[in-house]
């Protein structure tokens, strides 16, 4: 019973980081059909941009040890400069090639992917990073299992801001432009909506999600380094579609989902198959799920 | 009808006035390139380097102090020579000028442009150099790039003139001559490839030769050549073979190269099997390194390796042409029945984690596979007590045993290449292609969608098989390490580069970027990087490859600057009659 909270407790920490990613996938799937491979690399940068926002505190204010302050700067400063990357690979990338076949935009994007994990790779390290522990590092116990407090700010972090996704896409009238875009650009071109701007905005919120995700994931494993987003991404994805892709509360859904599935796996099968079993849910989700388990509506 | 009549006349007055206007305006380019040409001769002969730079202490000969030229500054010379030449028969020439020439000159001038800017920034970054030691010398050179390009960019307002088409028949000496030099140049081009030793020359040849071909090409000059390649194919073919037959002599005993090409043959016959998924059938396929791993895996295991858990043997000739494709295309067939009919995105995800199961699966199965350390030790292969590795001797010249791997890979290359295009133009090619190009409307003429789709994965997977099979033996070891994501992607620039679909341009792609990495091998840090950034600037600006299929090309890429301005002038003509 004991290993079965604590596992639990660990597959849905994964979770989280999965849905911060997956949300960004479905969005931008939801919005131009397209799989973007580089995602996952957006969630790399955002680790790593959190590890040098870290640094700069620590040499420029002293920073050291957790500190709430240093928290709260990083995971702003990911979100902030992530969108950067996502914005550049929308306009730069995808966007010129947005009536090009479908093969087109599929390989740009993992070509993109590569250029910025090679490009991490290449001009920073190949190296493991250890990533600081901004949050205190205390635990509790449930029933014999020890839950550390950072988990539960991670799933609460998810948690709040699927909420903060929903509400906006809901109420806002960018909530509904990106909707009515979702639905059929063309029309919502022709009602006066800025399409081009209303997907540059989903690339900015997805990148922005990413980078949190990227941060906390780098907290909650320790180290990071340029291929953590290669997996990462692959499993958000595969998250993604299982919710049903251009779903919101799908991709959260799917994304814990998937995190207990692999813990589960990994735990009985033994941690050197955890990966091919997320790969083998992947490809039986999308062979017998392909609309995932809450359809594949877009952000209704 | 009148009003017709009337809009045809003032078009025509309008196209007068225009065309006068638009000489005035032509002729400061035509001027302009001869000059820009020479200005970058001038910048070859100027120093590049104002102290000679050392690397561990020892003195770089490939960037040369003294007057002359050497190194990269040879390539740049070409083609500023080149623009001198071609601007000035421009500037002399009377028949009115074509945006088809603007555009070879631009293509000059953009190589002009990247020699010089691609030496800098290799001196800079890789050697430390700062930018007080680079000599007046690539400025100029680029000085002189930038007006010749611009003189190109000046001539694209003018008319585009014919449409390029193959060269009629004159007489068949004409045709064989023409074959004849083109394959020789062809041949010396790659020998002179191989001999260019030092990585910063290198990359100035490479660039140099992409733009001289570049330039012929906008001229129509290989459309054209296709004519006597086509009317005499046997011919070409079988001097193609002569030459390739004679690459081990001559390189004087020096094994090295033999190996990277036999290494280029094994990738050729890779590339030419994921083109049958990718190019033919439309399917991205993101996980094919793992056929070709299996490919290498049943040969290891199956190869008399010294260091391994499985004894089993199989003749090396059955392997190859059967056990080991036959065994790829099989897990092809698994992998691809229960997916293919999803849509084309989420296969490609589907292959992805297919590629990747399979790679930790040869990790952990330690008991069969060795696990991470792979089986080692694997012999050549013995064909009739004969160990191929041995090599042999013709005439009082010997072929080494990576010569005869080479032989080898040429004999699959040949019959991969028999097999795809019999394929293409049999009833299961026309199928592929109609899949890849509307898969409702393939299914409504009566294609069976999946089975066809089945079939191209199952291709795809044999040769994939084939060429791991030789590669096992060839590097006489496997791995998990690899065989990873970075291979199926290596694979898949290979036939991206060279052209989707069109199997000449695919062996083209995995030529090239075989051979890339080992000459730049001071750069290998950056290659995947390279290989991601081609991908995406591939995919924008020339994606149907450097060898396109015509058919392909017209569906990748809507508007063409060239073809539409071919497409006004037929109107054109069609409204003034």
């Not at chain 1, 522990?133 to 950072?150: E, K, M, N, R, V």
């Not at chain 2, 490859?545 to 006004?568: I, K, M, N, V």
């Amino acid at each position: 019973m004991d290993e079965l909270i604590q596992q639990l407790a660990n597959g849905v920490t994964k979770g989280s980081y999965y849905a911060l990613i997956a949300l960004g996938y479905t969005m931008v799937y939801g919005i131009i059909q397209l799989i973007n491979f580089a995602h996952g690399e957006v969630f790399m940068l955002g680790a790593f941009i959190g590890l040098w926002t870290f640094n700069l505190g620590v040499t420029a204010f002293g920073w050291g040890g957790t500190s709430l302050v240093a928290l709260v700067v990083v995971l702003l400063v990911a979100a902030l400069l992530t969108p950067l990357v996502g914005v550049s690979l929308e306009r730069f990338a995808y966007r010129p090639l947005r009536h090009a076949p479908r093969l087109a935009p599929l390989i740009t994007a993992l070509g993109a992917s590569f250029l910025l994990q090679q490009a991490v790779a290449v001009f920073y390290t190949r190296g493991q990073l250890q990533f600081p522990d901004l949050f205190p590092s205390t635990s509790f116990q449930i029933g014999g299992a020890s839950i550390q407090l950072l988990w539960v700010f991670m799933v609460a972090v998810a948690l709040v801001l699927t909420f903060a996704l929903t509400v906006f896409i809901r109420t806002t009238r960018l909530g509904k432009a990106m909707r009515a875009t979702a639905e059929d650009p063309d029309t919502a071109r022709l009602m006066g909506i800025n399409v081009d701007m209303i997907i540059a905005l989903t690339f900015v919120i997805g990148s922005a999600l990413a980078g949190v995700g990227g941060v906390l994931a780098g907290m909650y494993l320790g180290q990071i380094n340029f291929f953590m987003g290669f997996l990462a991404g692959l499993k958000a994805f595969t998250a993604a579609v299982l919710g049903g892709i251009g779903n919101i509360a799908g991709a959260v859904l799917g994304a814990f989902l998937l995190g207990i599935l692999e813990t589960f796996g990994a735990a009985y099968l033994g941690g050197e198959w955890q990966d091919v079993f997320a790969f083998c849910v992947l490809i039986l989700v999308l062979v017998f799920l392909p609309t995932g388990l809450l359809g594949e509506r877009v952000s209704r | 009808m009148s009003a017709s009549a009337s809009t045809t006349v003032a078009r025509g007055a309008d196209r007068g006035e225009a065309l006068a206007r638009l000489w005035a305006r032509v002729r400061l380019p035509l001027v302009a390139a001869p000059i820009g040409g020479l200005v970058a001769v001038a910048g070859c002969y100027l120093y590049w380097t104002l102290a000679t730079i050392r690397v561990e202490g020892v003195p770089l000969t490939g960037f040369l102090v003294d007057f002359g030229f050497g190194g990269v500054r040879r390539w740049a010379l070409l083609l500023a020579v080149a623009a001198v030449a071609y601007g000035g028969w421009l500037l002399l020439g009377r028949r009115p000028r074509t945006a088809r020439q603007g555009q070879a000159l631009a293509r000059l001038g953009v190589g002009l442009v990247v020699v010089p800017a691609l030496w800098m920034l290799t001196l800079i970054t890789f050697l430390n150099a700062d930018f007080a030691r680079i000599g007046p010398g690539p400025w100029v050179t680029l000085a002189g790039g930038v007006l010749v390009w611009l003189a190109g960019r000046g001539l694209l307002d003018a008319p585009p003139g014919a449409a390029p088409g193959e060269w009629p028949r004159r007489s068949v000496l004409v045709d064989g001559l023409l074959v004849v030099v083109v394959e020789l140049i062809a041949f010396a081009v790659f020998l002179m490839g191989i001999a260019v030793d030092d990585p910063g020359e290198f990359l100035g040849f490479f660039v140099a030769m992409t733009a001289l071909g570049a330039a012929l090409a906008s001229l129509g000059v290989f459309k054209g050549l296709a004519g006597p390649f086509l009317r005499m194919e046997g011919f070409a073919i079988g001097l193609l073979a002569v030459l390739l037959l004679l690459f081990p002599f001559t390189q004087s005993g020096n094994t090295f190269w033999i190996q990277v090409t036999a290494q280029a043959g094994l990738f050729v016959v890779a590339a030419l099997g994921l083109n049958i998924v990718v190019g033919s059938a439309g399917l991205l396929d993101l996980g094919y390194v793992a056929f070709f791993a299996i490919g290498a895996y049943v040969a290891a295991l199956t190869g008399n390796a010294l260091l391994t858990n499985v004894n089993v043997h199989i003749p090396f000739v059955l392997v190859l042409l059967v056990v080991a494709p036959v065994v790829a295309a099989i897990f092809g067939v698994l992998l691809g029945a229960p997916t293919l009919r999803l849509r084309g995105d989420y296969l490609a995800i589907v292959t992805l984690g297919f590629g990747e199961i399979v790679r930790i699966t040869l990790n952990n199965a330690d008991a069969v596979t060795r696990g991470p350390n792979g089986i080692s030790s694997i012999p050549d292969p013995v064909v009739g007590g004969w160990s191929i590795g041995e090599g042999f001797t013709v005439g009082g010249l010997a072929i080494p045993g990576n010569g005869v791997y080479y032989y080898l890979e040429l004999l699959l290359i040949a019959i991969t290449l028999a097999v795809m295009y019999r394929l293409n133009d049999s009833r299961i090619g026309r199928a592929w292609i109609a899949v890849r190009e509307d898969e409702v409307a393939a299914a409504a003429m009566g294609i069976n969608t999946t089975v066809i789709k089945l079939l191209a994965f199952a291709a795809g997977a044999f040769f994939a098989g084939m060429a791991g099979a030789v590669n096992a033996h060839l590097i006489t070891q496997v791995s998990p390490d690899s065989y990873t994501f970075s291979i199926s992607v290596l694979i898949l620039a290979m036939v991206v580069l060279g052209g989707l679909g069109n199997p000449p341009g695919v062996v083209l792609g995995a030529i090239i970027l075989t051979f890339l990495p080992e000459k730049l091998r001071e750069f290998s840090d950056i290659r995947f990087l390279v290989f991601g950034f081609a991908l995406v600037l591939m995919m924008r600006f020339r994606p149907e490859g450097l060898l396109p299929s015509a058919r392909r090309r017209r569906e990748l890429r809507a508007t063409d600057e060239l073809a539409a301005a071919e497409s006004q002038q037929l109107f054109d003509v069609r409204s003034g009659t």
